[in-house]
Every structure is written in C-alpha cells, then in structure tokens.
C-alpha cells in the first residue's frame, strides 16, 4: 500500500495525497481513514486527528480492529487536549472491548493520575 509506504519514508504529505483520493464506500476506506488519522495525530493535529477518528467511530461497516484503534487513538488525543475525563470515556469504551489492548492499563493509569490531580485543591 502506497500510503504505509510513503508513512514509514515519513512523507506524510504525500501518504495524506494518496489517502484522500480513496472514496468512501471503498473496501479500504476504514484502513485508510484510520491511517489519515494516525498520521494527523503524528503530525500534532489534534483536533483533525479527532475529528477521522469519531467519524470512522460512527462507521455502521467499521470492524472491531479499527474500532479499537479508533478508541485509543480518541483517549490518546484527548490526554494531549488534557480532556482527562473524555480520556477516560474513551479508556473505558476501549477496555471492555479489550483490557489489554496496547499499553491501556498504563494509559489508564496516567490518566486516572491526571484526574485525581485535577480534584486535589491547588495550595
């Protein structure tokens, strides 16, 4: 796939050219939404990152491997946007489907970190 490959050269401009020439309703449409979204993430853009992700989410055809990356990649960002309680929404959505995807159990505890700081009173 031209897109993986441009990816791992770091050409992400041209993995982002090829991919959005893939049309929606395409057998590789998913793949190809949720490798645009990985490589925003790469690239810093958050909140576009965020937005593929919720789409594919929203996916009536999205399969459970996609689904699940969808997910991390929601709790990832939404750590970045330090929205620690979406974080763990999306930590949650994700750990029923699979406790032990990725590093979930140590995402899961930085966030629950970020969280109780979040409550302590500030001196």
Known sequence: DLAGAFREMGLLSEAKEVLSQIEQGSEVYNGA???????????G????SLD?????????????????????????????????????????????LESNYRNLA????EIDNRLEKQKSPRP
């Open 45 to 48: 853009s958050y909140v576009s």
């Open 33 to 43: 939404q949720s490798l645009l979204g990985g490589i925003e993430f790469e690239l």
């Open 52 to 96: 593929i992700f919720h789409l594919l989410l929203r996916s009536s055809k999205l399969d459970n491997e996609h689904k699940k990356n969808a997910m991390y990649h929601c709790c990832l960002i939404y750590m970045h946007l330090q929205d620690f309680k979406k974080a763990s929404q999306f930590a949650d959505k994700l750990s029923r």
């Open 106 to 109: 140590r995402l899961r505890s």
